[in-house]
């Protein structure tokens, strides 16, 4: 079993920054494919980005492309989540999820594990 808790939310004003990060226990990091998610409000939640763990190569919503930086840092069994130039709408709750899949679904169907989530809140 897999726990993953997100960290580094918060407020923050419109063009500003936030560094999300999401540690893994529980199972071979190094072997889980991992993605962004979030959810605004009222609205349903999306995939914003992920990282495979065969290829490592970085995928993008074209929503957070050119301003959203994913990582990951297996010896610290860690992914994270640079967030530039921060806009209103990227205001929502980010989660972090993990696939055993070596592509990276957009769908949230397709991951197996699921963090509680952070909040993230840009003002305008």
């Known amino acids: 079993q897999v726990q993953l808790v997100e960290s580094g939310g918060g407020l923050v004003q419109t063009g500003g920054s936030l560094r999300l990060s999401c540690a893994a226990s529980?199972?071979?990091?190094?072997?889980?494919?991992m993605g962004w998610f979030r959810q605004p409000p009222g609205k349903e939640r999306e995939f914003a980005a992920g990282?495979?763990?065969?290829?490592?190569?970085?995928y993008y919503a074209d929503s957070v492309k050119g301003r959203f930086t994913a990582s990951r840092d297996n010896a610290k069994n860690t992914v994270y989540l640079q967030m530039n130039s921060l806009k209103p709408e990227d205001t929502a709750v980010y989660y972090c999820a993990a696939a055993l899949s070596g592509l990276v679904p957009s769908s949230g169907q397709d991951y197996k594990y699921w963090g509680q989530g952070t909040q993230v809140t840009v003002s305008s």
């Open positions: 529980g199972g071979t990091f190094s072997t889980l494919t």
């Open positions: 990282i495979s763990w065969i290829t490592q190569r970085i």
